[in-house]
């Protein structure tokens, strides 16, 4: 009778893992082809040709894009993710609300997890993380994220995206906010402040050149 438990709850394990497979492919096509693709439609345009559009159009593409980015990604990790469940493995989570972090510490241990733990497990812990002198952690912050940006492309405009989230994360050490949590009173202003410096930055990101990006 144990065997035929075992197996029993082997098979609706089996199955709980195929039902979540499915769920995690469909999820992941809506988010890249009825989110993504179409938002990459609208706003790549404006991306193209910024002076040909005026600020509102600028201002929506670039917002427009933080989702595109975000559903894009994601959608690919849930596809990911998806396929390797029906096969019976598990595939670690890389993404967790990443829009709604009140810091960008935060952020970044919730957007593209396995990257950002690569970032500090292999670049900034050997070069002393937070066992230094706070200048050597604020140099040690800036180069991690200056590699991180010329890990995705060595133009000018992925070093900036780099410089801009070390300045993000140091100013946030500087200021205490990495560690300090948000309340119900400053959340909000800190959100906006997490979705708004990585949108700027993301101008830089998604502009092919860094005269677009300027545009």
């Not at 070069?127 to 940006?149: D, E, I």
Request: proline share 3%.
């Amino acid at each position: 009778s144990g065997d035929l438990y075992a197996a029993i709850g082997n098979e609706t394990e089996s199955r709980d893992m195929q039902s979540r497979g499915l769920y995690l492919i469909g999820l992941g096509l809506f988010k890249k082809l009825l989110i993504a693709d179409v938002i990459g439609y609208l706003i790549n345009p404006v991306f193209k040709s910024p002076a040909d559009y005026g600020a509102v159009d600028t201002v929506a593409a670039i917002l427009g894009y933080t989702v595109q980015l975000y559903c894009d990604f994601s959608g690919f990790i849930d596809i990911a993710r998806g396929i390797s469940k029906l096969f019976g493995y598990d595939m670690p989570v890389n993404f967790r609300s990443p829009y709604f972090a009140a810091s960008f510490s935060e952020f970044w241990n919730r957007w593209h997890i396995t990257l950002s733990k690569f970032i500090r497990d292999y670049i900034y812990i050997p070069l002393g993380g937070n066992r230094v002198a706070p200048a050597r952690q604020y140099f040690n912050l800036m180069l991690a994220m200056v590699l991180s940006g010329l890990w995705h492309g060595e133009t000018l405009n992925f070093l900036l995206w780099g410089v801009l989230h070390g300045i993000y994360l140091a100013g946030e050490k500087l200021a205490g906010l990495a560690k300090e949590p948000a309340n119900r009173a400053t959340w909000l202003l800190r959100n906006l402040w997490v979705v708004g410096g990585w949108a700027f930055s993301l101008v830089f990101f998604r502009s092919t050149d860094f005269a677009s990006a300027l545009t």
